[in-house]
Nanobody, 124 residues
Framework: QVQLVESGGGLVQAGGSLRLSCAAS????????MGWFRQAPGKEREFVAAVSGSGGTTNFAGSVKGRFTLSRDSAKNTVYLQMNSLKPEDTAVYYC?????????????????WGQGTQVTVSS
């Protein structure tokens, strides 16, 4: 059974940084895309970033491009979302996702597995 376990959320001041981790277990995911979505209170879930199975290709939402980076350690089945220059509008629950395919979709329904989510709060 596939499981995604997130860690690294917390409270940070605007302009600060956080790193989220997501460890996948249950099988080998070397050919599967992984990534992150987020959902703020009262808003719909939105795409943040995704990375290919090899780690060589990434896709970012425009709102985080240039501030967030995404990397992947295939040996550990883990992805890391480094979030810099955080803004209050980045406050949300962040969800790790995985899909049985390599294309880096931005629609939530394209992802097959979801983690429980980790809270990120950015104070002004």
């Amino acid at each position: 059974q596939v499981q995604l376990v997130e860690s690294g959320g917390g409270l940070v001041q605007a302009g600060g940084s956080l790193r989220l981790s997501c460890a996948a277990s249950g099988r080998t995911f070397s050919s599967y895309a992984m990534g992150w979505f987020r959902q703020a209170p009262g808003k719909e879930r939105e795409f943040v970033a995704a990375v290919s199975g090899s780690g060589g290709t990434t896709n970012f939402a425009g709102s985080v491009k240039g501030r967030f980076t995404l990397s992947r350690d295939s040996a550990k089945n883990t992805v890391y979302l480094q979030m810099n220059s955080l803004k209050p509008e980045d406050t949300a629950v962040y969800y790790c996702v995985l899909r049985r395919g390599s294309y880096l979709h931005t629609r939530a329904e394209e992802y097959d597995y979801w983690g429980q989510g980790t809270q990120v709060t950015v104070s002004s």
